[in-house]
């Protein structure tokens, strides 16, 4: 059975930081490209970061500089370092993996930035 779990969300003032985890299981890991997606109420789905199997990471223009998309295949886990938020990145973020024709998608972690 496949299951990806998000974690570290929460509520975080304008300017701070938090780390999202994804730990997956029931899956070869590091065969798959991993993402991180956001939606936030009212709008559709975007993307945010992805990390290929190589380690290869590309963002959403407005995410550049402020976050980081990393893996550790040992754990198979991958993370979104998010730093300086704005109260527009309050969203639920997802994280998906991919292989092939083969999609899986977490339940999401909701995080709220707001003073």
């Known amino acids: 059975q496949v299951q990806l779990v998000e974690s570290g969300g929460g509520l975080v003032q304008p300017g701070g930081s938090l780390r999202l985890s994804c730990a997956a299981s029931?899956?070869?890991?590091?065969?798959?490209?991993m993402a991180w997606y956001r939606q936030a109420p009212g709008k559709q789905r975007e993307l945010v970061a992805i990390?290929?199997?190589?380690?290869?990471?590309n963002y959403a223009d407005s995410e550049k500089g402020r976050f980081t998309i990393s893996r550790d295949n040992t754990k198979s886990t991958v993370y979104l370092q998010m730093n300086s938020l704005k109260p527009e990145d309050t969203a639920l973020y997802s994280c998906?993996?991919?292989?092939?024709?083969?999609?899986?998608w977490g339940q999401g972690t909701q995080v709220t930035v707001s003073s």
């Open positions: 998906k993996a991919a292989w092939g024709r083969n999609d899986y």
């Open positions: 029931g899956i070869a890991f590091r065969a798959y490209v």
């Open positions: 990390i290929t199997t190589g380690g290869i990471t």
